[in-house]
């Protein structure tokens, strides 16, 4: 148990391997943050809310990742990453976060 929102979890993981891969221009080292973020967040989404919510919010974070890059051709990189990233924040804070542990 993180004590932290998995919302919080899952957005930070989408940002900060963004931000890592941007800043440290080693986009694998991007993927080990994002992967470990979601690996956190899809551990505490199985304890909050079940094998089937983890593996859907999983699927959303996945899918989020691989949406943001089309998405940045349209809007910018920065902005398409917050986008994705409050995307699944919301997700998981409807279907996860608002519940009783």
Known sequence: MTGVPTSVIAATGL????AVARWTTKRPLGGVALAAAGAVAAKEWQRKA???????????????FAASHPL????????????VAGGVAA???????????
């Open 15 to 18: 940002v900060g391997g963004y």
């Open 50 to 64: 079940g094998n089937a919510t983890a593996a859907a919010l999983s699927g959303a974070y996945v899918a989020a």
């Open 72 to 83: 940045a051709k349209k809007i910018g990189a920065w902005p398409s990453v917050c986008a």
């Open 91 to 101: 997700a998981s804070w409807c279907v996860a976060d608002r519940r009783k542990a």
